[in-house]
């Protein structure tokens, strides 16, 4: 009985002690950031000016999924991903070819490519949202919920 009791005193004593791999894969976490492939960085935006070249609703070879522009720019031909919904739903983005637009984004290399990811195009005086400020498209309706709270704050005003 003495030595069952002597078990758990020493059990109940180890469970107090906090796992030393634990605590170092916390640490470890907090001071390095792994950056993937589609990870998206506010901080690293850019913004882009160019003439629509080519609208592509579905991506051609070797691309990523989703929507794409190609923009004729100052430094070049860049392929800008719209992601999924842009090009969907009735705040979709209305954009042609031979058309100005500027977009905001990050550039990324994916697949072996550079990759615009486009979170902002201003399309003439109008600007549409189409990614979050982390990097994801935003449905129809997300955009839809947006203009609809933009109205409500404006209507405050």
Do not use: W
């Not at 983005?93 to 500027?102: D, K, S």
């Not at 072996?112 to 400020?133: E, M, P």
């Amino acid at each position: 009985m003495i030595r069952l009791f002597a078990g758990f005193c020493a059990l109940a004593l180890l469970s107090l002690i906090p796992p030393l791999s634990r605590v170092q894969a916390q640490t470890a976490g907090v001071a390095t950031r792994h950056e993937g492939p589609f990870s998206y960085d506010v901080t690293k935006e850019i913004t882009l000016t160019g003439t629509v070249t080519s609208v592509l609703t579905k991506p051609s070879m070797g691309m990523i999924m989703g929507s794409h522009i190609l923009l004729s720019t100052s430094s070049g031909t860049v392929d800008a991903s719209l992601g999924r919904f842009a090009l969907l739903g009735k705040d979709a983005l209305p954009v042609a070819a031979e058309q100005q637009v500027q977009v905001t984004g990050v550039m990324k290399t994916l697949k072996g490519q550079q990759v615009f990811l486009t979170r902002i195009v201003k399309v003439d005086a109008q600007v549409y949202t189409i990614r979050n400020k982390h990097g994801f498209a935003l449905s129809p309706q997300a955009r839809e919920r947006l203009s609809q709270l933009a109205g409500q704050k404006g209507e405050q005003l």
